[in-house]
Every structure is written in C-alpha cells, then in structure tokens.
C-alpha cells in the first residue's frame, strides 16, 4: 500500500522546512560551530539561526518569502500607472 501526498507538485519538506533550507541550515552549522569554536566569533551562528526561523513553512509560504514579495511589491518592482486622457 502506498500513501501519496495530497499536491503531488508541492516542494519536499522535512519538519518545517523545505529540504533544500535544512541542506542549507546544516551546513551553516557546521561553519558555526567552527567558527565558534576555534575563532570565538559569534556572527555566523546567529545569521544560521536567524535563517532557520526565516525559513519555517507555514501553509506553504515563510516568513522569508513574505519579506521577498513586500520587497519586491514595495520596492524593486514598483508599479507605474500612466494616467492618458
């Protein structure tokens, strides 16, 4: 007996992340602890950490997708309107 998920074109995930973020997270890790433990420098662990809770999937959508689509609504891609008689 197989069991199918119900969107069959929904991007794999792992907990609540998507697997391509816990790739990225881990290896993020890894640089942390050791730039941790060997230099003393903080930085690295706290920009993987602030990553991880970015990247949290709720009903298919982030934090970190929320924030790149104010940005490009409000910023990047800003809509010009022409206004003609």
């Known amino acids: 007996m197989y069991m199918y ?16 973020d816990i790739v990225f997270i881990g290896i993020g890790l890894i640089i ?6 060997q230099l003393g420098f903080m930085p ?9 809770f ?3 999937q709720f009903e ?3 934090i970190l997708n929320f924030i790149r689509y104010a940005c490009n609504f409000f910023i990047i891609k800003q809509q010009l ?5």
Do not use: C, G, Q
Request: aromatic fraction near 14%; glycine fraction near 0%.
């Open 54 to 56: 970015l990247t949290i």
């Open 32 to 37: 942390s602890v050791f730039a941790l433990s």
């Open 5 to 20: 998920p119900d969107n069959l074109k929904a991007k794999a995930t792992l907990w609540l992340w998507e697997l391509r």
């Open 81 to 85: 309107f022409d206004w003609r008689l």
């Open 44 to 52: 690295p662990i706290v920009i993987t950490s602030v990553y991880a």
């Open 60 to 62: 298919d959508t982030s």
